[in-house]
């Protein structure tokens, strides 16, 4: 595994609740806090519950959130546990993704929408890069709508126009 996705996957864990059964339903994420007891040593499968936990929290509203969905995809493949909920979470995404160019999202759309597909793009290419090592059918067309909400100068109609999507990161890209 490679240590850079292994302490990924160790920060996005973060304090650890109570180990359930491999083969229940993972329970909703517990509340955090500051004295919650830590394990005296790192768990895969504890972590792989809490993740698989967390991707949950947007269920009801199917919503594609930027710390949940696209982190969780980007961390969950390190984790050597297997999930139905991974392939359950990637296919919510891959949907959204489908919907968006159906409805004809480009450049002029909402900038929300515009930032998740730029991020649905690069979260699925990362996810099959981890997983397959083959981009995947569904993937190519996020990466071919992530290309349609391109503005002609190369920037993005970002939810945070003010800034890039990582700060200082892109501003060559974005000219910004």
Not at 15 to 24: I, N
Not at 58 to 72: I, L, N, P, R, S
Not at 136 to 149: E, K
Not at 155 to 163: C, P, S
């Amino acid at each position: 595994m490679n240590l850079a996705r292994f302490f990924l996957a160790s920060l996005l864990a973060g304090p650890l609740a109570a180990a359930q059964a491999a083969d229940r339903e993972p329970k909703p994420p517990a509340r955090n806090w500051a004295e919650e007891p830590q394990l005296p040593q790192f768990s895969v499968e504890r972590a792989a519950e809490f993740l698989d936990a967390g991707a949950r929290a947007h269920e009801d509203d199917k919503c594609v959130t930027c710390h949940g969905t696209f982190a969780y995809l980007l961390a969950r493949p390190a984790l050597p546990v297997p999930s139905g909920k991974q392939a359950e979470v990637r296919a919510d995404l891959e949907k959204w993704g489908a919907d968006a160019a159906d409805a004809g999202l480009n450049e002029a759309g909402p900038p929300v929408k515009v930032s998740a597909a730029v991020m649905a793009g690069a979260v699925l290419a990362q996810y099959d890069a981890a997983t397959t090592g083959t981009l995947q059918p569904a993937t190519r067309q996020a990466l071919d709508l992530m290309w349609r909400v391109q503005q002609p100068d190369g920037g993005f109609n970002w939810v945070m126009a003010a800034e890039p999507p990582i700060p200082g990161q892109f501003s060559h890209a974005s000219g910004r």
